[in-house]
Protein backbone atom coordinates (compact mmCIF):
# COMPACT_ATOMS: atom_id res chain seq x y z
CA UNK A 1 0.00 0.00 0.00
CA UNK A 2 1.64 3.21 -0.79
CA UNK A 3 0.49 6.36 0.68
CA UNK A 4 1.34 10.23 0.36
CA UNK A 5 1.03 12.45 2.77
CA UNK A 6 0.83 16.14 2.97
CA UNK A 7 1.35 18.94 5.78
CA UNK A 8 1.93 22.43 5.70
CA UNK A 9 -0.98 24.56 4.85
CA UNK A 10 -2.64 27.12 6.56
CA UNK A 11 -4.12 30.82 6.59
CA UNK A 12 -1.74 33.47 5.39
CA UNK A 13 -1.55 36.95 4.53
CA UNK A 14 -1.28 38.43 1.45
CA UNK A 15 2.77 38.59 1.11
CA UNK A 16 3.74 35.94 3.38
CA UNK A 17 4.82 32.00 3.02
CA UNK A 18 4.19 28.93 3.58
CA UNK A 19 5.65 25.28 2.66
CA UNK A 20 4.21 22.50 2.06
CA UNK A 21 5.57 18.89 2.26
CA UNK A 22 4.13 15.64 0.75
CA UNK A 23 6.09 12.57 1.81
CA UNK A 24 5.25 9.20 0.39
CA UNK A 25 5.09 6.03 2.14
CA UNK A 26 4.48 2.20 1.90
CA UNK A 27 5.98 -0.65 -0.78
CA UNK A 28 7.76 2.36 -3.21
CA UNK A 29 10.39 0.66 -6.00
CA UNK A 30 11.01 4.15 -7.24
CA UNK A 31 9.18 7.93 -8.17
CA UNK A 32 9.42 9.16 -11.23
CA UNK A 33 7.87 12.65 -11.54
CA UNK A 34 6.33 14.42 -8.46
CA UNK A 35 3.95 17.54 -8.17
CA UNK A 36 1.43 19.73 -7.22
CA UNK A 37 -1.80 20.87 -8.24
CA UNK A 38 -4.22 23.10 -6.53
CA UNK A 39 -7.96 23.72 -6.92
CA UNK A 40 -9.69 26.97 -6.18
CA UNK A 41 -13.92 27.20 -5.51
CA UNK A 42 -15.76 26.58 -8.37
CA UNK A 43 -12.38 26.12 -10.77
CA UNK A 44 -11.35 22.89 -12.29
CA UNK A 45 -7.51 21.59 -10.82
CA UNK A 46 -4.36 22.87 -12.26
CA UNK A 47 -1.17 21.58 -12.32
CA UNK A 48 1.01 24.15 -10.43
CA UNK A 49 4.71 22.42 -10.74
CA UNK A 50 6.73 19.27 -11.31
CA UNK A 51 9.95 17.59 -10.77
CA UNK A 52 11.13 15.00 -12.49
CA UNK A 53 13.58 11.96 -10.61
CA UNK A 54 16.63 13.67 -12.46
CA UNK A 55 15.53 17.06 -10.78
CA UNK A 56 13.61 18.84 -14.32
CA UNK A 57 11.05 21.46 -13.40
CA UNK A 58 8.30 23.24 -14.58
CA UNK A 59 5.81 25.71 -13.31
CA UNK A 60 2.54 27.16 -14.35
CA UNK A 61 3.12 30.84 -14.98
CA UNK A 62 1.24 32.54 -12.35
CA UNK A 63 3.36 31.08 -9.63
CA UNK A 64 6.94 31.42 -11.55
CA UNK A 65 9.61 33.28 -9.18
CA UNK A 66 7.20 32.95 -6.28
CA UNK A 67 7.02 29.34 -5.86
CA UNK A 68 10.09 26.79 -5.79
CA UNK A 69 9.72 22.88 -6.12
CA UNK A 70 12.40 20.76 -4.54
CA UNK A 71 12.26 16.95 -3.81
CA UNK A 72 14.48 14.87 -1.38
CA UNK A 73 14.56 11.33 -2.99
CA UNK A 74 16.11 9.38 -0.12
CA UNK A 75 13.33 10.76 1.89
CA UNK A 76 10.62 10.21 -1.18
CA UNK A 77 9.10 13.83 -0.30
CA UNK A 78 8.66 16.58 -2.23
CA UNK A 79 8.46 20.17 -1.38
CA UNK A 80 6.85 23.36 -2.39
CA UNK A 81 7.65 26.44 -0.85
CA UNK A 82 5.17 29.48 -1.68
CA UNK A 83 6.41 32.75 -1.08
CA UNK A 84 4.85 36.35 -2.20
CA UNK A 85 1.49 34.93 -1.70
CA UNK A 86 -1.63 36.50 -3.28
CA UNK A 87 -5.34 35.62 -2.59
CA UNK A 88 -5.60 34.00 -6.09
CA UNK A 89 -3.21 31.53 -4.60
CA UNK A 90 -5.91 30.38 -2.60
CA UNK A 91 -6.85 27.02 -2.88
CA UNK A 92 -6.70 23.14 -1.90
CA UNK A 93 -3.12 21.79 -2.65
CA UNK A 94 -2.56 17.97 -3.95
CA UNK A 95 0.48 16.19 -3.95
CA UNK A 96 0.98 13.79 -7.21
CA UNK A 97 3.59 11.42 -7.62
CA UNK A 98 3.93 8.63 -10.39
CA UNK A 99 5.33 5.71 -8.40
CA UNK A 100 6.67 2.47 -9.08
CA UNK A 101 5.57 -0.06 -6.63
CA UNK A 102 7.42 -3.25 -5.06
CA UNK A 103 5.48 -5.35 -7.15
CA UNK A 104 6.23 -3.09 -10.21
CA UNK A 105 3.07 -1.45 -11.15
CA UNK A 106 3.38 2.27 -11.99
CA UNK A 107 0.60 4.48 -10.90
CA UNK A 108 0.07 8.06 -10.07
CA UNK A 109 -0.89 8.79 -6.59
CA UNK A 110 -2.15 11.70 -4.92
CA UNK A 111 -2.31 13.62 -1.11
CA UNK A 112 -5.20 14.15 0.87
CA UNK A 113 -5.42 17.95 0.05
CA UNK A 114 -3.96 21.09 1.42
CA UNK A 115 -5.79 24.12 2.46
CA UNK A 116 -3.91 26.89 1.80
CA UNK A 117 -6.06 30.50 2.44
CA UNK A 118 -4.74 33.67 1.52
CA UNK A 119 -6.54 36.78 3.28
CA UNK A 120 -6.03 39.57 5.12
Known amino acids: QVQLLESGGGLVQPGGSLRLSCAASGSIFSINHMGWYRQAPGKQRELVAT???????NYVDSVKGRFTISRDNPKNTVYLQMNNLKPEDTAVYYC??????????????WGQGSQVTVSS
Open 96 to 109: NANIITGRGQSSPY
Open 51 to 57: ITSGGSI
